[in-house]
């Protein structure tokens, strides 16, 4: 088992960079200078590849050049920040882009201004991702077999990313809160489905039977999810 206090970052070991420039020479450069500095590179010409490649997963930094041909990476960045947190460099022009850059807040989080040397990007995106697992280890708290990032409501189980529903992520932080603790489906709909218009008497079993399903594809050997007749469930959380 892993120990506890110390989480593993998210990122994986080699991380991917995704590159979103309309000038392949400049791409090609960068991509060249990422990849023999041991990262993953991608690349795609226009804005609108961006967010379904950054939905998809496994991007952890985005190298946005601002003056894209179908959106602007300014839109593209806004795009981003309605569902990812995910590290934006941008590339900027000498003219008034970088003034924007620098006002707007657009939640980039550094710009290099063309034309850049390929060793100084690569520079500024090491330093970023560096920053970015110091916080992601502050964010998470371990809960024995789980660690829970409340913040990016986010869960892992035996070290790896669940994908979780909306209401999957509610039931499991709820029964994290207090492992061992048995919560009635009465007292699960009251904190889970709040704000929902619609659940019925099965709706609490429902989603933990997908949960269930989801936890035993990381580990068949385990069901922490228990359930107690004529009262409720808890968590067994192995620690
Ligand atoms: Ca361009």
Redesign the pocket.
């Known amino acids: 088992m892993p120990d506890a206090a110390f989480p593993t970052p998210a990122m994986a070991a080699t991380p991917t960079i995704l590159i979103a420039?309309?000038?392949t020479a400049i791409a090609d450069t960068v991509l060249y200078a990422l990849r023999s500095e041991g990262f993953a590179a991608e690349h795609v010409l226009l804005g609108g590849e961006v967010a379904p490649k950054v939905r998809a997963g496994g991007v952890d930094l985005v190298v946005l050049?601002v003056?894209?041909p179908d959106i602007t990476g300014f839109d593209v960045c806004r795009t981003l920040r309605t569902f990812s947190e995910v590290p934006v460099i941008f590339l900027t022009a000498r003219d008034g882009e970088i003034d924007r850059v620098v006002g707007l807040e657009l939640g980039a989080d550094d710009y290099v201004v063309k034309p850049f040397s390929p060793r100084e990007l690569v520079a500024r995106v090491r330093a970023r991702l560096r920053r970015r697992t110091q916080t992601e280890i502050a964010a998470w708290q371990a809960h024995g077999t789980f660690e829970i990032d409340r913040e990016g409501k986010r869960i892992r189980y035996c070290g790896h990313a669940l994908d979780l529903t909306r209401y999957e992520y509610g039931l499991l932080e709820v029964l994290m809160h207090r492992p061992g603790a048995v919560l009635s489906r009465m007292q699960l709909m009251d904190r889970v489905w709040a704000d929902a218009l619609e659940s019925g008497d099965r709706t609490v079993d429902t989603h933990i039977k997908t949960l269930r399903a989801k936890l035993r594809s990381l580990n068949e050997q385990d069901d922490p999810i228990r359930t107690h007749r004529g009262l409720g469930y808890s968590l067994d959380t192995g620690g």
């Open positions: 420039e309309d000038e050049d003056g894209l």
